[in-house]
């Protein structure tokens, strides 16, 4: 079951409401990844506390672990991680790309060797269709080629040409209908979502959507952006594509990214983000505040008794200084990981409350314009 509607918009930007078999969440909408069904270094209730309503998870890695038996055991993947809200799982199409040459694609699906046990291992459309079933992921995503900007082919750097761009994103084409059928064989009560591919070139990226929606799909996301192009070239296709998508269903930008790019999709017209970005820049001691960047490496904040952002209401911030975060990075403790994990999905959630309330109030213009002047400031 889905049911999308757009409540304001603000030229391109949406304000909406998405019912899916889990839960309503609210839109524009951040998703926190968690890969293995665990978002790495806060529990389901801090995730719940930070605001996140609907988090992501593998289809490829929990295919690999825990396996599909140990999670039909449980019913699926909400009540094996303790998780009562929405989830998304991605195809596997993504992990199966970063695979490079250990892997072997053709026309019907992909050929790898398990990067856990080195188990010879088959990826179709079809399997994938099976494994986000047995998980019950509320939204689905179709198996597609991320198509790369760029390849290495014998230690030289080659960026894809338009020619192989296209046949990649025909290839996705006919997995989205071989999706599309497979899901509905298997009676599937969830949403599936198209992938729009194309690779840098506007045409391609035309002719993808064309294609998918001709399936009626009741969502659509855009893939192969923030796969190693530079930034101008993602913000052009993002410009290009987002507005579009279909206007009467919900528009999914993967993978990206920075807080600016999560502004620049929601003035494009994206309703749902998602990004590894803060949970791992965090436990990399780079922290995300309204006033722009913090590494809290830094030997200036050793004896800092500010919190991380003096705006902020999360829980790091209400009790702990930038000293102490600073000793516990320095001391390797796996509390700094937390601390700093639940301040940057807080930050990452707060903002995308922070363009709701914007958006619901007639005010985005000038909420972009301040959140541009507060992240130039600096901490």
């Known amino acids: 079951m889905l049911q999308f509607t757009v409540h304001h918009t603000a ?6 409401t998405l019912t899916l078999n889990h839960g309503v969440i609210d839109t524009p909408q951040f998703m926190p990844v968690g890969t293995y069904g665990t978002v790495k270094g806060i529990t389901p209730d801090g995730l719940k506390a930070a605001g996140a309503q609907i988090i992501l998870g593998n289809t490829f890695h929990l295919w690999l672990r825990p396996g599909l038996d140990v999670v039909r055991q449980f019913g699926g993947l909400h009540r094996f991680i303790g998780w009562d809200a929405p989830i998304l799982t991605d195809s596997g199409g993504f992990q199966v790309w970063s695979l490079g040459a250990m892997r072997k694609i053709s ?59 296209r046949e990649s994103m025909e290839l996705s084409l006919r997995w989205a209908a071989r999706c599309k059928s497979e899901f509905a064989r298997l009676d599937n009560p969830n949403a599936l979502f198209g992938i729009v591919q194309g690779g840098m070139f506007e045409p391609l990226r035309d002719a993808s ?28 296709l993002l410009r ?19 807080p600016e790019d999560l502004v620049d999709g929601v003035r494009a017209g994206i309703d749902l983000f998602d990004c590894v970005m803060p949970t791992r820049n965090a436990r990399n001691g780079h922290l995300f505040t309204r006033f722009g960047d913090l590494r809290i490496r830094n030997a200036r904040y050793k004896q800092d008794e500010r919190p991380i952002d003096d705006t902020c209401t999360c829980a790091t911030c209400q009790q702990f200084s930038r000293a102490y975060l600073h000793h516990l990075d320095r001391c390797g403790e796996m509390l700094f990981g937390m601390l700093a994990t639940t301040h940057n999905l807080h930050y990452y959630l707060q903002l995308m409350r922070d363009m709701r309330t914007a958006l619901d109030a007639g005010a985005f213009d000038a ?13």
């Open 240 to 258: 290009h594509t987002a507005p579009r998508l279909p206007a009467h269903k919900p528009r999914y930008l993967m993978g990206v990214g920075t």
């Open 209 to 236: 959507l064309d294609g998918l929606a001709a399936l009626d799909l009741p969502g659509y996301a855009i893939g192969g952006l923030s796969v190693g192009e530079p930034k101008d070239d993602m913000l052009r």
């Open 11 to 16: 030229g391109e930007a949406r304000r909406g």
């Open 107 to 165: 026309e019907e699906g992909v050929r790898f060797a398990s990067p856990v046990n080195g188990d010879k291992l088959f990826l179709t459309p079809e399997v994938s269709m099976q494994i986000q079933t047995v998980l019950n992921s509320d939204i689905v995503m179709q198996f597609d080629e991320c198509t790369p900007y760029d390849v290495d082919r014998g230690g030289q750097t080659h960026i894809t040409t338009e020619l192989e761009a």
């Open 367 to 379: 909420f972009v314009t301040q959140f541009h002047a507060d992240r130039a400031r600096g901490v």
